[in-house]
């Protein structure tokens, strides 16, 4: 894990993933809770949802299991956060 990732909060890290993964660059950072991702933001395809799960377990030591993600976990940068929250609690 990386020290100063540990120390941030869920959304700083997700908006950080979301940023480094997806190269959203400054869009990122108009993102929030609402904000729609799946079919929302183009860069968010199948495979970028596997990268950006990889980060999160890399940037946080954490392991997300296949079985726990859905759909509903990408549907908005609130449920992303959210589910991020939950691991780390």
């Known amino acids: 894990m990386d020290e100063t990732e540990g120390r941030l ?3 700083d890290v997700v908006r950080s993933v979301l940023r480094d993964v997806l190269s959203l660059g400054p869009r990122a950072d108009r993102l ?3 904000s729609p991702l799946l079919g929302a933001v183009p860069e ?3 495979m970028a949802v596997a990268s950006v799960i990889a980060a ?3 940037r946080l030591g954490i392991t997300i299991d ?3 993600i859905s759909g509903a976990t990408f549907a908005t940068f609130g ?3 959210d ?3 939950a691991k780390t609690a």
């Open 9 to 11: 909060e869920p959304q």
């Open 83 to 85: 589910f991020v929250a």
């Open 79 to 81: 449920s992303l956060v």
């Open 44 to 46: 968010l395809d199948s």
């Open 56 to 58: 999160i377990e890399d």
């Open 66 to 68: 296949d079985d726990e």
């Open 32 to 34: 929030d809770a609402h």
